[in-house]
């Protein structure tokens, strides 16, 4: 087991604002535990959490839902 990560370290991996990791732990939206009362995570959970985010985000023909602007212009 790899050391926790941080809220810091957390929103810095994600390129995010340490408000919206915290945000999001409270939430229960990032897998996410508490220790001594400061939220720490799992870099293995985290990449678990963003290849379920992935594979939702681009469901077979992904992008055929918007058309081309040059055919709305026609």
């Not at 390129?15 to 293995?44: H, M």
């Not at 959490?49 to 212009?73: L, M, V, Y």
Request: without cysteine; positive net charge.
């Amino acid at each position: 087991m790899v050391g926790a990560m941080t809220v810091r370290d957390v929103a810095a991996y994600l390129n995010v604002a340490q408000k919206t990791i915290y945000r999001l732990a409270q939430k229960g939206e990032l897998p996410a535990f508490k220790v001594a009362g400061a939220w720490r995570f799992q870099r293995s959970d985290l990449d678990r959490w963003i290849d379920e985010r992935k594979k939702a985000a681009s469901p077979t023909g992904a992008g055929n839902d918007h058309p081309d602007p040059k055919e709305r212009q026609r």
